[in-house]
């Protein structure tokens, strides 16, 4: 049974349309992650929340937002989306800091 | 940027075992080297990790060097479901940084 749920797996929007990606999670972990993974590149982490503390990678494009609700969900909103925003986004869970990632099958977001 | 070098793409004959090296000659004391894997289509999946001594599960063994500089995954008895693209990561924190990885070929 999936644990890190992402849906959908597929999920196209225009050009300059906010668009929100959702992650949820039955395995109670306190830390969700956001990589971003575009095609024939490693994935790369754009933030992450331990419990409800919010941390963002330097890099990380303002246009990038995330939302955690509850443990549960973790919602990666994409404000402007633009064409180099087309990508894989992957979301994780893991129980804590020094502890392996599970990893979601990730939603792939077309932009036209 | 990653920690890690590891080689672009390697092949596997089925049943034989599948030596992945990777070097991180720059880690530091406190840095574990995890192991994941990406199959096409899917997210990446956890194989191992280690600190300084060798590891052993269910998937994998992880061996060290004793000067923590290169480490090898090894997968005793490889399928042509374990083609895949392999993540060495040298971690920390919550700061997981993928490099390009080893491409995976199982051949039959």
């Known amino acids: 049974d999936a644990m890190v749920i992402q849906n959908p797996r597929y999920q196209v929007t225009q050009f300059g349309k906010p668009v929100t990606l959702s992650c949820s999670q039955t395995?109670?972990?306190?830390?969700m992650y956001w990589y971003q993974q575009k095609s024939s590149q490693a994935p790369k982490l754009l933030f992450h929340y331990y419990d409800k503390d919010f941390n963002n990678e330097a890099d990380t494009p303002d246009n990038f937002q995330s939302r955690r609700p509850n443990t549960s969900f973790c919602f990666l909103d994409i404000r402007s989306p633009g064409l180099g925003d087309a990508a894989m986004y992957l979301c994780?869970?893991?129980?804590?800091?020094?502890?392996?990632?599970?990893f979601g099958d990730g939603t792939r977001l077309s932009i036209l | 940027d990653a920690k890690t070098t590891q080689p672009t793409s390697m092949d596997c004959a089925e049943g034989r075992a599948a030596n992945l090296p990777c070097n991180h000659s720059t880690i530091s004391g406190n840095e574990y080297v995890y192991w994941y894997r990406q199959i096409h289509s899917q997210g990446p999946q956890y194989i191992i990790h280690g600190l300084k001594n060798n590891e052993t599960n269910e998937m994998a063994s992880l061996i060290i060097t004793e000067d923590r500089k290169s480490s090898t995954l090894i997968l005793p008895h490889a399928t042509l479901r374990d083609t895949a693209v392999y993540y060495c990561?040298?971690?920390?924190?919550?700061?997981?940084?993928f490099g390009a990885g080893t491409r995976l070929t199982v051949k039959p």
């Open positions: 994780a869970t893991s129980p804590g800091t020094h502890q392996p990632q599970h």
């Open positions: 395995l109670n972990h306190n830390v």
């Open positions: 990561i040298v971690r920390l924190d919550n700061d997981m940084r």
